[in-house]
Nanobody, 122 residues
Framework: QVQLVESGGGLVQAGASLKLSCAAS????????MAWFRQAPEKEREFVAV???????QYADSVKDRFIISRDNIKNTAYLQMHSLRPEDTAVYYC????????????????WGQGTQVTVST
């Protein structure tokens, strides 16, 4: 099974960019659908983006055209490049992985990282 460790979160001003990383070990990211979710205080965990293949991403409407999901199969790492950040993007961001299930609900994802905090100030 795969283990996931996120990094790259931080405090930024609105309009800034930030790149999150999700380092995988124990298995290769190519064997999984890699996704990002986020959870703001007192809110449910929500879908952000998923990579069905290297050329087939899917995004939540709220981040479409601002965020880019990708992966480096050699480094065995997934990424979430975030541009034009807004205060409403503030949340803990989680990397997740699943095999063989096409879904954007977090309940279907088997493997999770510990999360990384992203805070966007006005």
């Amino acid at each position: 099974q795969v283990q996931l460790v996120e990094s790259g979160g931080g405090l930024v001003q609105a309009g800034a960019s930030l790149k999150l990383s999700c380092a995988a070990s124990g298995d290769t990211v190519r064997n999984y659908y890699m996704a990002w979710f986020r959870q703001a205080p007192e809110k449910e965990r929500e879908f952000v983006a998923v990579l069905w293949s290297d050329t087939n991403p899917q995004y939540a409407d709220s981040v479409k055209d601002r965020f880019i999901i990708s992966r480096d199969n050699i480094k065995n790492t997934a990424y979430l490049q975030m541009h034009s950040l807004r205060p409403e993007d503030t949340a803990v961001y989680y990397c997740a992985a699943v095999r063989g299930i096409i879904a954007t609900s977090p309940v279907f994802y088997d493997y999770w990282g510990q999360g990384t905090q992203v805070t966007v100030s006005t």
